[in-house]
């Protein structure tokens, strides 16, 4: 099983960028279509962006659209998401996870928190 360590939260003011490392054990990483996640407080989990395992196609949630990017690096086992004109309602606790999954795993998230 792919362990994954979130990391590159923080607070942000609104309009801000951040940009998340998603660090993944084990050899089939660069096989597997990635993507990013995040729960609000309050809220159910919900995807944010996918991309696949050689980084060609990439897709959105509408809410992200034009602003986030999504990325990888293969030979660095890791996943990036540049996150450009943050929101209030982007603030989230962001996973990681490969697209789909089970559900089951999930590494401990990293908290993103837009606020003047």
């Known amino acids: 099983q792919v362990q994954l360590v979130e990391s590159g939260g923080g607070l942000v003011q609104p309009g801000g960028s951040l940009r998340l490392s998603c660090a993944a054990s084990?050899?089939?990483?660069?096989?597997?279509?990635m993507g990013w996640y995040r729960q609000a407080p309050g809220k159910q989990r919900q995807w944010v962006a996918t991309?696949?395992?050689?980084?060609?196609?990439?897709n959105y949630a509408d809410s992200v659209k034009g602003r986030f990017i999504i990325s990888r690096d293969n030979a660095k086992n890791t996943m990036y998401l540049q996150m450009n004109t943050l929101k209030p309602e982007d603030t989230a606790v962001y996973y990681c996870?490969?697209?789909?999954?089970?559900?089951?795993?999930w590494g401990q998230g990293t908290q993103v928190t837009v606020s003047s």
């Open positions: 996870n490969s697209v789909p999954n089970t559900g089951s795993y």
């Open positions: 084990g050899s089939i990483f660069s096989i597997l279509a």
């Open positions: 991309i696949m395992p050689t980084g060609g196609s990439t």
